[in-house]
């Protein structure tokens, strides 16, 4: 909700800035001022040509005298796209601060959300969260955690109006950049959902970009986009940017302690999860593609 208090605070000073330059048009220049109020800032191109109104502006500003001109100087800045980024890990997102999460994005504000998800409470010992999935051990889940991982993108796609992605550098560093670019120009509520290694998954985490391929390729993380701008012309607004699985899953987690020490204290247990986690993966991918093929078929 700081966040959020921060995108309302910026866009107040933007809705005043924009009534100074009403008030100030006519010493200012209408050309101008309209160039200014109706500038496209969704690209680099746009906020440069921005940018250098923007000076102008400032320059005029100086050199009157009156207190509207000194308001509007000491406003000046949010002319040009301010763009508000709230960070958090899993367990904020998907546990403790889920309500102030899903609250933000369903205002239909200008403000990005990006989600570290490393799949427990990192940051305070290894917890289980809703984020951890089926069959990892974790405290609180020492006999392997029993319910699937929390479904976040497919909730916040379900608003239709938010921008939301899941990514994974080591699988796909283009398509991180571009998920990026998307969140940014999209005007409305962003999230994106990042694959991120921790300690606590017991491996060496200099294997980290390969576990995050491995985690793609089995299906686990399908690394999707969702715009809904793209529905706006015709297109699907869901975007699968991973193929269907070419690995079995275990060959993804029991690279990792927090599954592999469970083949060894319950070994009949993880069996029983792993069948189950498969299934799970299996199931999910074919709801996705599902989605991502429907809309083009209408």
């Not at 006519?26 to 680099?44: R, Y």
């Not at 239909?108 to 089926?134: C, F, H, W």
């Not at 017991?202 to 576990?211: A, D, F, P, S, V």
């Not at 297109?235 to 079995?248: E, F, G, M």
């Amino acid at each position: 909700e700081f966040g959020f208090g921060m995108r309302l605070a910026i866009d107040k000073q933007f809705e005043y800035a924009l009534e100074l330059l009403d008030r100030l048009s006519s010493d200012i220049g209408k050309d101008l001022v309209g160039k200014i109020k109706k500038a496209d800032q969704s690209t680099e191109e746009g906020l440069y040509k921005q940018r250098e109104r923007v000076k102008i502006l400032e320059k005029k500003l100086k050199k009157m005298d009156k207190v509207e001109a000194k308001d509007l100087l000491s406003l000046i800045d949010v002319l040009t796209k301010k763009s508000v980024w709230i960070l958090g890990g899993d367990g904020w997102a998907y546990d403790i601060g889920y309500g102030g999460l899903d609250h933000v994005i369903a205002q239909r504000r200008n403000v990005n959300i990006l989600v570290l998800d490393s799949e427990t409470y990192s940051n305070t010992g290894g917890q289980m969260s809703k984020a951890t999935p089926l069959g990892a051990i974790a405290k609180f889940a020492a006999g392997g955690k029993r319910t699937f991982k929390k479904d976040l993108t497919m909730m916040a796609i379900s608003y239709g109006d938010v921008y939301v992605a899941r990514v994974a550098m080591g699988a796909n560093d283009a398509q991180v950049i571009k998920a990026f670019q998307e969140a940014e120009a999209f005007n409305g509520p962003s999230l994106i959902i990042a694959y991120s290694p921790c300690i606590s998954h017991g491996y060496n985490l200099i294997h980290g970009l390969e576990q995050q391929k491995l985690a793609v390729q089995s299906g686990y993380w399908p690394l999707i986009r969702f715009n809904p701008d793209l529905a706006k012309g015709g297109k699907n607004p869901l975007q699968l940017d991973s193929k269907a699985p070419s690995i079995p899953l275990e060959e993804y987690i029991y690279n990792e302690n927090r599954y592999k020490m469970l083949t060894r204290t319950m070994p009949e247990v993880a069996k029983k999860l792993l069948k189950e986690a498969q299934e799970g993966v299996l199931k999910r991918w074919k709801m996705y593609e599902r989605l991502a093929l429907t809309f083009e078929k209408k």
